[in-house]
């Protein structure tokens, strides 16, 4: 994580009580595109973050988030992605490699629809680590050039413990997260030393998801 995205999320976590940093990663929707098993979470489960806050000094914002959603990680999931918690399905999604098992309510479910925010201002979204806890930090960027904006945004949190194995995927930068009540959902990573700073254990994509 940059210098000044760090320095945003950890004002941002001291300022609003929710502990002190102890490291982090920015995390994107994924590359990998798995039918039914991908990891794109339908529109209405996405929060929308960073409210009421314009594009960064450009005229994208002014015409139209619809047309430049895209820019702005507004643009709809157009996956035919399919929740279940069926054991047999989960057996068919390890063997294939599935990219999210599991239902919207369950911990990957969740995960993965934190990690991928609507926001018409533009935003970098990151997993914030405190003592024992996981925080997702929504910090409002230029979608194009990366250059960050004023406004800072703390929002779902998960108990570390709750995180029991991390995999790469068989795509560059995809990493997949296992939760402890048995689901998985894969984000991707863009600054992958960053992220095996923290999760030195992460399996390869030639070890089996668990």
Known sequence: MWDKLERKVTEALEGGGYGAFAGGFAVD???????????DVPRARRP??????????????????????????DVPALSTTTATDDLAVRKKRQAGNGAFFGTWDSLAGRW??????RSASG???????TDGTMRF?????????????NAVEPGAAFPRDALVWTRRSNTFRDVQFGFAD?????LLVPDMDDFLEYFPETLSHQQPIP
């Open 29 to 39: 929707r994924a590359d990998s595109d798995n039918g039914s098993a991908s990891g």
């Open 123 to 129: 935003v970098t979204t990151t997993v914030a680590l």
């Open 137 to 149: 930090v929504y910090v409002q960027s230029r979608r194009l050039s990366g250059k960050l904006g």
């Open 112 to 117: 993965l629809a934190a990690g991928q925010p």
């Open 48 to 73: 929308e973050v960073l409210v009421g806050h314009g594009g960064i000094g450009t005229p994208f914002a002014k015409l139209g988030k619809a047309l430049f959603g895209i820019l702005t990680n």
């Open 182 to 186: 048995g689901s998985w959902g894969t």
